[in-house]
């Protein structure tokens, strides 16, 4: 699993759902948790993370934000090669299959269907562990 | 291939109840902890207002357009961010209706998906919350369905359903 230091961005517009799943993540011992309440916000903050030199190393967004939705993030990360590398799951009470398809096609990590419990989110977290363990890019970094 | 949709008024159909209550089953489990039980259902001519915060979000299904509304008193909303959240509150404030949007946000996003399985094509909105001591609601000219929905600790709040 993910080392506890893992610096994490939580992105939503509703803050209740930051607050869950940061409580999640504190239950899995993780403390070095930021929020964001939009794509918009969590752009700038991404790329001065990685400027000072202390890059996120998982990001969770929602996908559906008033100013800048999560998969456009996602493949605003994905298009930058300072961050294409950081592990990106969307929380998203979306579950049709042309929005899995198109999350898939743009590089997400993992897709966690809301409402999810705590387990579904370590699980998920997991499995993106694992295949980051597992992808030649990561093991040559 | 999705089935098309064939009913005169679909707030009567049992698909549509069915993905609303199983959607609100599904949500409050898994995000509250909290398990609960419906009324029986009963249609409304005027909204009538049943608690202090509502969220609300505008369904369309061309031809179908609709108000998705859930309405909480005060204890309802307060038992159920206590244990969403793990942390007591005694009065309604930003998480309450914070939880409020959430809320509306999941359960519309799961009754979407089971019914845009059955031949609906629902499109993605995000919700709004109003919060007050409502004497009246006018949102729209339509009926209303409304199921009542209990918590195991006896707290009650409203689902609406109303087709314009």
Redesign the interface.
């Known amino acids: 699993m993910f080392p506890t230091t893992t610096k994490f961005l939580v992105i939503d517009d509703f803050s209740t759902m930051r607050k869950i799943i940061k409580k999640v993540l504190n239950e899995l011992g993780y403390t070095n948790i930021e929020e964001a309440d939009d794509g918009a916000t969590a752009l700038p903050m991404i790329q001065a993370a990685q400027a000072a030199g202390q890059p996120y190393g998982f990001i969770i967004s929602d996908w559906n934000m008033p100013k800048m939705q999560g998969i456009e993030l996602l493949k605003a990360c994905k298009a930058d090669p300072n961050h294409k590398n950081i592990p990106f799951m969307l929380v998203t009470a979306e579950s049709e299959q042309k929005q899995i398809l198109e999350a898939a096609k743009a590089g997400v990590s993992d897709y966690v269907v809301k409402p999810f419990n705590s387990a579904t989110l370590k699980g998920k977290l997991e499995k993106v562990y694992a295949r980051v363990n597992s992808s030649p890019a990561t093991k040559a970094a | 291939m999705s089935a098309a949709i064939k009913l005169e008024n679909p707030l009567l159909d049992k698909v549509t109840i069915n993905a609303f209550i199983k959607a609100v089953q599904?949500?409050l489990?898994?995000?509250a902890s909290t398990q609960v039980q419906f009324g029986k259902p009963f249609i409304e001519q005027h909204l009538t207002p049943r608690g202090e915060v509502i969220g609300i979000l505008g369904m369309v299904a061309m031809p179908l357009r609709g108000t998705l509304s859930l309405s909480f008193p005060k204890n309802a909303i307060l038992k159920i961010?206590e244990n969403?959240?793990?942390e007591k509150y005694t009065e309604i404030d930003?998480?309450s209706t914070?939880?409020v949007?959430?809320l509306t946000?999941?359960i519309?996003?799961?009754a979407?998906?089971t019914l845009?399985e059955s031949g609906f094509n629902l499109e993605?909105a995000?919700p709004t919350v109003i919060h007050g001591d409502f004497k009246s609601i006018t949102n729209s000219d339509g009926v209303t369905l409304v199921i009542p929905v209990k918590l195991s600790t006896n707290e009650e709040f409203f689902i609406g359903i109303t087709i314009n």
């Open positions: 599904v949500t489990s898994d995000m961010v969403m959240l793990s930003k998480n914070d939880a949007g959430e946000n999941m519309y996003g799961s979407k998906t845009n993605m995000i």
